[in-house]
């Protein structure tokens, strides 16, 4: 799977838009984009994925750059229960469809 | 809809000791099941996954071996526990393994091996 590049932590305040930012310079065609979200002593939650077109779901919207080399998880009003670490993976279409975590970035949200 | 469970939530054994975790899926059939592993402050390592009843392929040389007896089952074995297999253990499921298919994770076991 190709690698992805986040910041390693960002802040936030409660009720504002979030933008996570992704780059995946070396992104192949058949690469998914996806994102999940790990709360503190919790399992990894699905968030959202795309392959080309931005996408919109209840829990956030993804932004993909023309050529792919860098998407945009967007939380459109951040809540206290929003803090958690997201990771940010790319999973090759000819795979097993292994999830590969990286570091994610880890967001904090201030009242 | 569907559901995953693992157990136990929490568990402490010493160094030496065997190792069972189990993993349940409900709602599905057929399902993709994976066991993932995340040592304290670092990220998850995919152990092992299954396709298919009987069907284990391991991702990393361990002290570890999984098992599926039936479809919706997966199993986290160890024969002797080292302190270095302590860590929080996910058990996921997928529909398929196309990558477009999101995985859904369990509420994990935390270990303490001491």
């Known amino acids: 799977d190709a690698k992805t590049t986040q910041p390693n932590s960002m802040e936030s305040n409660e009720e504002e838009p979030v933008h996570l930012p992704c780059n995946h310079s070396?992104?192949?065609?058949?690469?998914?984009i996806h994102w999940y979200r790990q709360l503190p002593s919790q399992g990894p939650e699905y968030v959202i994925h795309?392959?080309?077109s931005n996408v919109n779901n209840r829990m956030a919207s993804l932004a993909i750059a023309e050529d792919r080399k860098s998407s945009t998880l967007i939380l459109h009003r951040a809540t206290l229960r929003d803090a958690a670490v997201y990771y940010c993976?790319?999973?090759?279409?000819?795979?097993?469809?292994?999830?590969?975590f990286g570091k994610g970035t880890k967001l904090s949200v201030k009242p | 809809s569907q559901t995953i469970h693992q157990w136990p939530a929490t568990l402490v054994q010493p160094v030496g000791s065997p190792l069972s975790l189990e993993c349940t899926v409900e709602?599905?059939?057929?399902?993709?099941l994976y066991w993932y592993r995340q040592a304290a402050g670092r990220g998850l390592q995919l152990l092992f996954y299954?396709?298919?009843?009987?069907?284990i392929s391991s991702e990393v040389p361990q002290n570890l071996s999984a098992s599926r007896p039936q479809d919706r089952q997966f199993i986290l074995s160890s024969k002797k526990l080292l302190l270095s297999d302590s860590g929080f253990y996910l058990c996921?499921?997928?529909?398929?393994?196309?990558?477009?298919?999101?995985?859904?994770f369990g509420p994990g076991t935390r270990l303490t091996v001491t």
């Open positions: 996921a499921w997928s529909a398929g393994t196309v990558s477009s298919y999101e995985q859904y």
């Open positions: 070396t992104i192949s065609g058949t690469d998914y």
């Open positions: 795309g392959l080309t």
């Open positions: 993976i790319l999973r090759d279409g000819g795979s097993q469809g292994n999830l590969i």
């Open positions: 709602g599905t059939s057929n399902p993709n």
């Open positions: 299954s396709v298919g009843i009987g069907q």
